[in-house]
């Protein structure tokens, strides 16, 4: 069975440790058999140092959106979104090419959005210094 998860989140809320488990769980690892789609990704120089610039978002979610159908096209059995996805119409082109090319689809939402203590600690621990107030802000604009 081909299968894509779209995960939702804020940052720090431990999307991508999520997507690894999934893996580690259900293909175990084989490279082969999975793509994990992160335009976070993009952010990254030769050096391996994340720098994020808003002015290449739109850039990098386009070509993030292109891997993922590329994945889907080789009908990799395991196909993971992860990124934030806080709305809706975010993440509908990933839904919507996985329905047409045979997918079983699958939305999660990581950690708790609303919990106050939680965008605290997701702050603290997220990878690329979002700053608290942005991610309150997200979690404000979050769409169920």
């Keep these: 069975m081909k299968q894509v998860f779209i995960l939702r989140g804020l940052p720090g809320s431990g ?24 335009t976070d990704d993009y952010f990254y120089n030769e050096q391996g140092e994340y720098h994020f610039d808003k ?14 159908i590329n994945a889907l096209a080789e009908g990799i059995p395991l196909v993971i979104v992860d990124n934030t996805n806080i709305k809706k119409w975010e993440f509908v082109a990933y ?8 997918y079983q689809v699958k939305e999660v939402v990581v950690g708790e959005i609303k919990d106050k203590s939680l965008q605290h600690l997701y702050a603290k621990r997220n990878t690329h210094n979002v700053a608290l107030r942005t991610i309150s802000k997200m979690a404000y604009m979050f769409e169920w």
Excluded: P
């Excluded at 978002?57 to 993922?68: D, I, P, Q, T, V």
């Design 95 to 102: 839904a919507q090419a996985a329905h047409a090319l045979g």
């Design 15 to 38: 999307k991508s440790h999520y997507a690894q488990n999934l893996v580690d769980e259900l293909v175990a690892g084989d490279e082969t058999q999975y793509a994990i789609c992160a």
């Design 55 to 68: 002015f290449k978002l739109s850039e990098f979610h386009n070509l993030n959106l292109a891997r993922y």
